[in-house]
T-cell receptor, first 117, second 117 residues
Framework: AQSVAQPEDQVNVAEGNPLTVKCTYS??????LFWYVQYPNRGLQFLLK??????LVKGSYGFEAEFNKSQTSFHLKKPSALVSDSALYFC???????????????FGAGTQVVVTP | NAGVTQTPKFQVLKTGQSMTLQCAQD?????MYWYRQDPGMGLRLIYY???????DKGEVPNGYNVSRLNKREFSLRLESAAPSQTSVYFC????????????????FGPGTRLTVL
């Protein structure tokens, strides 16, 4: 069975400082990993994904994430946070299509990011 | 191109009432999903439809039924609503590409906020 954990309920950071949101996963085989962001009263928006290849993935709005297979992690990062980055962030994992879990994403519980001016 | 649309945006039901949540996508995606979002629990998959004509149970299917009406539309029905079904419901869609592994990036609708009294 696949699972994903976001160990922090909330991350607080000052504007201009680096932002990191942590995610660890458990899945059989090579994972497909995703980050989504949710602004208040909105649906989830896709930020970036790792499928294969370079461990550093660049996505929307200046975000990037690093896939670390040995630590089974996929942390989201942004070098310089903005107040407008304040939102709820979700990590998700999906097992490859060769397994019985095709089609089923597993989402983490979410991490609230608060960026203060 | 509206993406994924959901109706209604808000709904209040009494225990035992029934209702259908509607979802439509205009991206010609093969796969569609229904999730519920509850505080601290992330998104949990209720049902999904890998392709037109097929549906499968997700993590929390009890109390729900679905219909994949055509490629565009995927509805979620509550036959006898219960207070435990108070939640925010999200529909999503993704494209399963033929001839190779699919990244299955999901695109979400704006959500339906349901309250069951």
């Amino acid at each position: 069975a696949q699972s994903v954990a976001q160990p922090e309920d909330q991350v607080n950071v000052a504007e201009g400082n680096p932002l990191t949101v942590k995610c660890t996963y458990s899945v059989s085989g090579n994972p497909y990993l995703f980050w989504y962001v949710q602004y208040p009263n909105r649906g989830l928006q896709f930020l970036l994904k790792y499928i294969t290849g370079d461990n550093l993935v660049k996505g929307s709005y200046g975000f990037e994430a690093e896939f670390n297979k040995s630590q089974t992690s996929f942390h989201l990062k942004k070098p310089s946070a903005l107040v407008s980055d304040s939102a709820l962030y979700f990590c998700a994992v999906r097992a490859p299509m060769t397994t019985d879990s095709w089609g089923k994403f597993q989402f983490g519980a979410g991490t609230q990011v608060v960026v203060t001016p | 191109n509206a993406g994924v649309t959901q109706t209604p945006k808000f709904q209040v039901l009494k225990t035992g009432q029934s209702m259908t949540l509607q979802c439509a996508q205009d991206m010609n995606h093969n796969s569609m999903y229904w999730y519920r979002q509850d505080p601290g629990m992330g998104l949990r998959l209720i049902y999904y439809s890998a392709s037109e004509g097929t549906t499968d149970k997700g993590e929390v299917p009890n109390g729900y039924n679905v219909s994949r009406l055509n490629k565009r539309e995927f509805s979620l029905r509550l036959e006898s609503a219960a207070p435990s079904q108070t939640s925010v419901y999200f529909c999503a869609s993704s494209e399963r590409l033929a001839g190779g592994p699919s990244t299955d990036t999901q695109y979400f609708g704006p959500g339906t906020r349901l309250t069951v009294l």
